[in-house]
Every structure is written in structure tokens, then in C-alpha cells.
């Protein structure tokens, strides 16, 4: 059954640096997503893409996150300068054209020390 | 906005008893409702959906949810509750309305624990 994948499993970082967070959507979805879990809190929306372009994203994505679509199978998730409020499980999803539902990854665990 | 409130951060079942998982949004548009399941250290998995059409809906494991318009509910059941159960459950939910990027607002979740 097809799966959407994401690299690293868990990313440790210094503040200040710049991370990238890894997603394979499932092949022939055209809707794609991240979300983030800060620990014990809901799972919120960060920003969602179509067509090459951000469709909408969420005060949370400011300037210092950025996605892009580099190839045809990649989906990635750039925070520029970390902070350490950044600590979270990022989640990947994709959407295909028919339907309202996502699939998600297993998540990334970002660590801002 | 939307929003959604999943009461009880935690539930304890015996195996064998009803699995109840209450789940209430709020929506200005008819809504599609979602219940995602999340393993330990796995990703969120989906269980079961309301989109349109019969309120009564189906899902994997042998749950299931019903879309109450009135009292703004979208519950999750499950008659026997297995060892394998045992998850954190999130409720979520997005507008029905033409357009929609269908972004999900999710609940704070639930976890489920099931003693032998």
C-alpha cells in the first residue's frame, strides 16, 4: 500500500542553524501538507501546497519556514535559523484529487538544543 | 474558525468493554470529520471519515463514528475493545465547501488504554 515517507526519523540541531525536513508523498497525490506537535500539545497546521505554489498557510509559518517541491517526488520543509520553540514532531501529508482525506508520515522529531 | 474538542485526555477500558471517544466540533460550513490513529512512535493513520451521505460511518480495527448535526458530535465506538487498541486517537476536522484547501484542525487527542 502506498505510504508517505519522511527523513530524517529524529534531527537534532543547534539553534540558530538551518534544518530540512524530508517527505516522499504518495506518488500520485497533488495535494501536499505539514503539521507540527509541540509535545502534549494538538497537532496544528503549518502550510499546504498545490501546483508548485503555497495554497495557504498558518501564522505559525513566517518567514523563517519555507517549503518547495525540488523534483517530482520530494516535498521539504525548510526552517531557516532554528529556534528552540521549534522543537516538535513535524508530520508530512498528501492529498490526492478526489477526496478531503490526508495521509500522513511518521513524523520527524525535531530537537532544538 | 473551526475547532474541536475531544473530551477526556485519557480513557481506560477493560478488553472486551465499549470503546467510547468523544469528539464535539464547531463549524460555520458543513464540516467533514476525520478520527486519526497514532501507534507509538508512528505516524497518524487514518481511521475513518464523514463527508457526505450516511451518518453512520465505518471504519478500520472495527470502529466507528456518527456525524450528529444537532449536538455538533462526532463520536468514536467501538463495541470490544482489544489489547491492540491501545493509541492515541485525535479527532479532526475541515470545511465541506468548494475550494476548500481541506486543511485539518485537529483535537487534542485522546489516549486510549486497554487493561487485561
Known amino acids: 500500500e502506498p505510504e508517505v515517507t519522511q527523513t530524517p526519523s529524529h534531527q537534532v540541531t543547534q539553534m540558530g542553524q538551518e534544518v530540512i525536513l524530508r517527505c516522499v508523498p504518495i506518488?500520485?497525490?497533488?495535494?501536499f501538507y505539514w503539521y507540527r506537535q509541540i509535545l502534549g500539545q494538538k497537532v496544528e497546521f503549518l502550510v499546504s501546497?498545490?501546483?508548485?505554489?503555497?495554497?495557504?498557510k498558518s501564522e505559525i509559518f513566517d518567514d523563517q519556514f519555507s517549503v518547495e517541491r525540488p523534483d517530482g517526488s520530494n516535498f521539504t520543509l525548510k526552517i531557516r535559523s532554528t529556534k528552540l520553540e521549534d522543537s516538535a514532531m513535524y508530520f508530512c501529508?498528501?492529498?490526492?484529487?478526489?477526496?478531503?482525506?490526508?495521509?500522513f508520515g511518521p513524523g520527524t522529531r525535531l530537537t532544538v538544543t | 474558525a473551526q475547532s474541536v474538542t475531544q473530551l477526556g485526555s485519557h480513557v481506560s477500558v477493560s478488553e472486551g468493554a465499549l470503546v467510547l471517544l468523544r469528539c464535539n466540533y464547531s463549524?460555520?460550513?458543513?464540516?467533514?470529520l476525520f478520527w486519526y490513529v497514532q501507534y507509538p512512535n508512528q505516524g497518524l493513520q487514518l481511521l475513518l471519515k464523514?463527508?457526505?451521505?450516511?451518518?453512520l460511518v465505518k471504519g478500520i480495527n472495527g470502529f466507528e463514528a456518527e456525524f450528529k448535526k444537532s449536538e455538533t458530535s462526532f463520536h468514536l465506538t467501538k463495541p470490544s475493545a482489544h489489547m491492540s487498541d491501545a493509541a492515541e486517537y485525535f479527532c479532526?476536522?475541515?470545511?465541506?465547501?468548494?475550494?476548500?484547501?481541506?486543511?485539518?484542525?485537529f483535537g487534542k487527542g485522546t489516549l486510549l488504554t486497554v487493561n487485561p
Open positions: 479532526a476536522v475541515t470545511k465541506n465547501s468548494g475550494g476548500s484547501n481541506y486543511k485539518l484542525t
Open positions: 501529508a498528501s492529498r490526492g484529487l478526489a477526496g478531503a482525506e490526508q495521509y
Open positions: 463549524s460555520s460550513v458543513p464540516p467533514y
Open positions: 506518488s500520485n497525490h497533488l495535494y
Open positions: 464523514y463527508t457526505t451521505g450516511a451518518t
Open positions: 501546497f498545490y501546483n508548485n505554489e503555497i495554497s495557504e
